[in-house]
């Protein structure tokens, strides 16, 4: 059986429909996973060639695996959205391939196609159509989360790039990121630690930005705080992201404020796409360096009316608190705030099928 150019192996051990139920119903983020997994293999010689899904299971790799030793990889993040008339559709995925081809670059990676990228999406969903979870309200955000990723799985201890790379696509059934529903979300302000700096691979979506970010979360929880904020690492002042999410600051006056991308930001797609909603509202995004002291004064004052951090998991998020040393930033929105709910609904309507795709963000997946 072939399914947009997939060769497809089914399992012979397929999930239970009872348990099956039974974990979408309780899937947490990132826990359970769906029965297959794509896989595309490229070799120096060959290019890319093996299209399949096969059963989901362990991985073989070498001992002297590249990726094992010099942590060459990518990955990417996307959600596949179950409709009202059963349809599953997926939001703005040539961004994703995009993206993924500028961290392959990054990484010294072969490039992947719109049409392998996309056409494995297609193809795993078409055989795990089942594991795609149907809200049993707007309210709840139940999606089929993607994880494409790339490996260098030659054998091989030197340091170059690696001659073999496999590209997989697994699946796992998500509820909301954070638990709780949609509530302001404390932050720590890392004063310790740099994401990224100028010249290194903080644009690229690779696991050693998130290695590197885990010490400071760790530090956040240890403050009771829920995540945690980053710096540049030249002047110690400008405000970046969070550990896996880009930032909006929201002035009383109807401005929109993002920090803008300079290499060491990850240009999300929710990111963008938060941008073009609020000019369709009326609203007036800017990307421009934002400083601490400006986050800091603006919310003193009240000319920061709200922060909110977004994400493909965790959508859009309201940041309640900025935790720092010796200090406590607190934010007059204590609700969250009006305009980061209006663009977090709107986005979710239009993700789930709820309102027209003016746009064309929308491709069918099953």
């Known amino acids: 059986m072939t399914t947009s150019g997939f060769d497809v192996r089914p399992t012979a051990h397929p999930t239970d429909t009872a348990i099956r139920d039974e974990i979408l119903g309780n899937s947490g983020f990132g826990r359970y996973f769906s029965d297959h997994m794509a896989h595309i293999r490229w070799t120096a010689d060959d290019g890319w060639h093996g299209h399949e899904v096969r059963p989901y299971g362990p991985l073989t790799l070498d001992p002297a695996a590249a990726v094992l030793h010099y942590a060459q990889e990518i990955f990417e993040g996307i959600k596949a959205y179950r409709h009202a008339d059963g349809s599953v559709w997926t939001f703005r995925p040539e961004k994703n391939a995009a993206r993924f081809r500028a961290s392959a670059r990054r990484l010294a990676l072969p490039e992947l196609g719109d049409d392998d990228f996309i056409g494995s999406l297609k193809a795993l969903v078409a055989q795990d159509n089942a594991w795609v979870p149907t809200p049993a309200s707007a309210a709840e955000e139940t999606s089929l989360y993607l994880r494409p990723f790339m490996i260098a799985s030659e054998k091989f201890l030197g340091v170059r790039p690696s001659k073999e790379v496999d590209y997989y696509v697994i699946a796992s059934p ?18 310790n630690y ?12 690779c696991g050693g930005n998130y290695a590197a970010s885990l010490a400071a979360q ?9 995540q945690v904020a980053f710096l540049d690492a030249v002047e110690n002042k ?22 803008k991308l300079t290499g060491t930001i990850l240009e999300g797609v929710t990111r963008d796409s938060i941008m073009q909603l609020a000019r369709d509202e009326g609203l007036t995004p800017e990307e421009r360096h934002i400083s601490i002291d400006e986050w800091r004064d603006g919310a003193a004052s009240g000319e920061i009316s709200e922060v909110f951090a977004c994400g493909t998991a965790a959508v859009v998020t309201p940041i309640g608190e900025l935790v720092g040393e010796e200090e406590r930033i607190r934010l007059a929105a204590d609700n969250g705030g009006e305009i980061g709910k209006r663009l977090r609904t709107k986005l979710l309507d239009l993700q789930y099928g709820r309102c027209e795709d003016t746009h064309g963000w929308l491709t069918r997946l099953a």
């Open 194 to 205: 740099k994401r990224a700096a100028p010249g290194g691979t903080g644009y690229a979506k």
């Open 238 to 259: 400008w405000v970046e992201e969070l550990g896996g999410m880009n930032l909006f600051f929201v002035y009383r006056d109807g401005r929109i404020v993002t920090p």
């Open 174 to 191: 998500a509820a909301a990121y954070f638990k709780g529903g949609v509530k302001p979300v404390s932050i720590w302000l890392s004063s």
């Open 218 to 226: 760790k530090e956040a929880e240890a403050h009771g705080c829920d």
